[in-house]
Nanobody, 113 residues
Framework: VQLQASGGGVVQDGGFLSLSCAAS????????MGWYRQASDQRRELVAL?????RATYADSVKGRFTISRDNTKVVLRMNDLRPEDTAVYYC??????????WGQGTQVTVSS
């Protein structure tokens, strides 16, 4: 499985951005898809995940502002009311039914105050 992410960029405080990630390869093995992020000098942390059944999980810090949606092998993260603390490199993520984790390339999100 390979992941191709797109989106990101620079936005002002309170702005909106959308990230998209498409999976290819042995897609029948895909279980959960979603996004993590890593700010400078910080650990990588969960942002949002979407299960094959459509259930969404969010980090407390983004609840009510971010929305994840999934259409089979594509997952989109819509980020409203962005804050400077959301600045990070965002990584698309999938966990296969085998338990294997696959990461996409990171995409930078910068929120200026």
């Amino acid at each position: 499985v390979q992941l191709q992410a797109s989106g990101g960029g620079v936005v002002q405080d309170g702005g909106f951005l959308s990230l998209s990630c498409a999976a290819s390869g042995d897609i029948a093995t895909i279980n959960v898809m979603g996004w993590y992020r890593q700010a400078s000098d910080q650990r990588r942390e969960l942002v949002a995940l979407a299960s094959t059944g459509g259930r969404a999980t969010y980090a407390d810090s983004v609840k009510g502002r971010f929305t994840i949606s999934r259409d089979n092998t594509k997952v989109v993260l819509r980020m409203n009311d962005l804050r400077p603390e959301d600045t990070a490199v965002y990584y698309c993520h999938t966990q296969l039914w085998s338990g294997t984790v696959v990461w996409g390339q990171g995409t930078q999100v910068t929120v200026s105050s």
